[in-house]
């Protein structure tokens, strides 16, 4: 088989990728190991943004009629109990929201639309890349108990934070101090804020902070995440973090019956705030959490891997229309991604430090930041 493009992972980044190329007349093969619908470890805030991106595509009737929970509001708790609460802002072109929607909706949202614009799906297990020379000349996929060899111009990785394609193209040399651990969980008896995200930033889990996230009456998503070189000095424990948190005060008398937890998942983040690392090779781009896009304060990444999609996907129009598939040609990656992102990675990435060595900052920032209208925003559109 032999394709123009292949996409190695169906989730935003993927899908988002995909889109991208369709439009622009190209023919793309889209692989995931996983049917749609399919679960996703996270916190399933998504920033207006990514929002604003899909409305681009032609989805802003499809997300309209999905019925997701908009989010109106952001509170802050700092390690004192500080409390900042601000409205959120919308998307500057078409006025989108940002909503909690779990992932296995949102997802399969993406993909149904990027196979409807033209894009072929195909689920099976991706063994590795086709490496002829030192290039990537398709990929290797396990199908029905056998071996196939899927021939493409260009692989656009998309595979996630263990990214098969990334391990065999690029020695795993991210350090601890750019990487964190975070788990999630579902609740059903918890008193939420209506409409309103919550992070609670507090000294036993900087650098990092747990959410509450709400989905509809009584339910949400609740979760924590700490940075993976702490956590491990800590010989620490997701789930007896998670106990913690929901014995703090305030959590724990909205608790309406102890807090009972369904879908209780851990994963790892590759934070985008390394240096010089490399996500363009011949014939291949690592895109969204294979190529370490999360941002280092907040932990999100969908809106980061949705930008990286489509800039990975104009650099492979490029290509394709030069007959170029060269490291020298698709570094021109690298170079818009550095642009785009390396500023506020770096910046929230200094933020994160000093918050661990000064936890006293974020009660000053939390307070400073209820006579700042721009705080809100600015913090939600890094998720």
């Known amino acids: 088989m032999e394709r123009e493009v292949v996409n190695v992972g169906a989730g935003p980044a993927g899908a988002t990728a995909a889109m ?131 021939r493409a111009k260009i692989v656009l990785a998309a595979d996630g934070v263990t990214s098969t394609i990334a391990r065999a193209v690029r020695p795993d040399d991210q350090q601890d101090l750019h990487r964190a651990v975070a788990l999630r969980a579902y609740i059903d008896d918890i008193e939420v804020l209506p409409n309103q995200v919550e992070f609670h930033l507090y000294e036993g889990i900087l650098p990092g902070y747990a959410w509450i996230f709400p989905l509809g009456e009584h339910q949400a998503n609740i979760g924590l995440g700490m940075r993976l070189d702490k956590f491990r000095a800590l010989k620490g424990n997701l789930k007896e973090m998670m106990k913690v948190f929901m014995g703090i005060p305030m959590v724990k008398e909205r608790l309406r019956h102890g807090g009972r937890l369904t879908g209780v998942t851990s994963w790892q983040l590759n934070f985008g705030s390394q240096r010089k690392l490399q996500r363009a090779f011949d014939g291949v781009m690592l895109i969204g959490d294979a190529g370490a896009f999360i941002n280092p304060l907040t932990g999100g990444g969908i809106h980061n891997a949705m930008i990286t999609a489509k800039l990975a996907a104009e650099t492979a129009h490029e290509a394709i229309c030069k007959g170029d598939f060269t490291r020298q040609m698709l570094q021109a990656y690298d170079v818009a991604c550095h642009e785009e992102l390396w500023r506020g990675m770096h910046r929230s990435f200094l933020i994160q430090r000093w918050s661990m060595r000064f936890p006293s900052l974020l009660d000053w920032v939390v307070k400073r930041a209820r006579s700042s209208g721009t705080f809100a925003q600015t913090f939600m559109t890094k998720l």
């Open 20 to 150: 991208t190329l369709t439009q622009l007349g190209h023919d793309v093969l889209l692989i995931d190991r996983q049917a749609f619908p399919r679960d996703k470890a996270c916190g399933d805030g998504i920033p207006s943004g990514s929002f604003e991106m899909m409305y681009d595509f032609g989805m802003r009737e499809k997300v309209e009629q999905a019925g997701f929970y908009p989010i109106e509001r952001l509170r802050i708790v700092s390690p004192r109990g500080h409390i900042f609460e601000a409205p959120l802002g919308v998307g500057p072109k078409y006025g989108a929201k940002s909503h909690v929607v779990p992932r296995v909706q949102f997802d399969a949202m993406l993909q149904e639309h990027a196979v409807s614009m033209g894009a072929e799906f195909c689920q099976a297990r991706v063994e590795g890349p086709i490496m002829e020379n030192g290039q990537v000349k398709g990929v290797q996929v396990r199908t029905n108990g056998s071996v196939q060899d899927i």
